[in-house]
């Protein structure tokens, strides 16, 4: 799977230092190096944004500051004031995963191609929903399972219906970011094992595929941005729910 | 018939997946020229769904890259 040629060899973790926790390998890996310089970038980025911090905004803290009112406007619309108290973990999940899927294109191994990552942060968003149903409500969350106005004799239907698209959650959740990241890495490996091989076929043939790599490039910038706003807005709709229950 | 060939057509079989996935991105940017056209005036204003919503249609479509993965290297 992994030889030096397929387009899948860019996603291997290689082991910088092994650790062994009780059986359990803990290895700092090149995945958990690139993970903690994402989370170091982050704060350099606020900490010295806010350093100096003016009431007319520079450019520096004004970059900061539209982070901060996109995450902030985008938890407000969908949450409401009661939301303002997860705004901390959305921020900081929406700047990880933007951290992460931007510095993947830019030669460092993609943490989020790995479903591991993906799933550790989509299990944490849904433990905490639940945790904030069931305190906020006790046992009445469990009446989200079973919607109001929905006639009674479809209630055997709907009632397994929801509690299996409740504990979907957390798999789409971590697969939509996963496979949209290597999906878009590995189109970029085919393209480029394309350009080398027409190109060692005959010469101008390569330029093809090459022209297609920045259009594609482009597109993945897309999707890393937009993969880590739909990750931020579907925890906000979430905890929407279990904020407000609807019934 | 041999096994790896059965997996190769099912893998090729899961990438039609993205077949769905193109209709819906169609019908999405479709509707939305509609109303952009119809509503110059909003279009700005509706710029920013219609990128939520390629976003997780295209989702979909990759769950399918994923099954096909799933069947050549799981």
């Known amino acids: ?20 926790l009780g059986g359990v390998d803990a290895s700092f890996t090149n995945a958990s190096l690139i993970m903690a310089v994402v989370v170091g970038l982050v704060t350099i980025f606020i900490v010295a944004g806010m350093n100096k911090a003016t009431i007319v905004p520079g450019r520096f803290q004004g970059m900061v500051e539209f982070f901060y009112e996109f995450i902030a406007n985008l938890l407000k619309e969908n949450t409401g004031p009661k939301g303002k108290a997860f705004f901390p973990m959305v921020f900081s999940l929406f700047m990880f995963i933007l951290g992460c899927n931007l510095i993947g294109l830019f030669g460092a191994i993609t943490v989020t191609s790995h479903i591991v990552v993906t799933f550790a942060l989509a299990f944490m968003v849904i433990t905490v929903v639940t945790v904030v149903g069931f305190v906020k409500h006790g046992t009445h969350y469990f009446s989200y399972f079973a919607p109001a106005g929905a006639p009674m004799w479809l209630m055997p239907l709907m009632i397994p219906l929801e509690i299996i698209s409740y504990l979907i959650r957390p798999i789409s959740l971590s697969v939509r970011l996963f496979a949209n990241m290597v999906a878009g890495h590995v189109m970029l490996g085919v393209l480029g094992t394309f350009v080398v091989g027409l ?8 330029a093809i595929p090459l022209a297609a790599i920045p259009l594609i490039f482009a597109l993945e910038v897309l999707v890393a ?22 019934h | 018939m041999e096994l790896e060939a059965a997996k190769m057509i099912g893998a090729g079989i899961a990438a ?24 110059p005036e909003a279009q700005s204003k509706l710029k920013v769904n219609p ?3 390629f976003a997780l249609i295209e ?10 993965m799933i069947i050549l290297f799981g």
């Open chain 2, 16 to 39: 039609l997946a993205l077949g769905g996935a193109g209709i819906g991105l169609g019908t999405l940017f479709g509707s939305y020229m509609e109303g952009a056209f119809r509503n």
């Open chain 1, 199 to 206: 190109g060692g076929l005959f010469f101008a043939l390569g």
């Open chain 2, 59 to 68: 989702a979909t479509g990759l769950f399918g890259f994923v099954i096909a």
């Open chain 2, 51 to 53: 990128m939520l919503a």
């Open chain 1, 1 to 20: 799977m992994a030889d030096a040629h397929s387009p899948l060899a860019q996603f291997e973790i290689k082991t910088l230092m092994p650790l062994d």
């Open chain 1, 225 to 246: 941005l937009l993969q880590a706003y739909v990750f931020a807005i579907l925890t906000c709709i979430y905890l929407n729910d279990a904020i407000h229950l609807a």
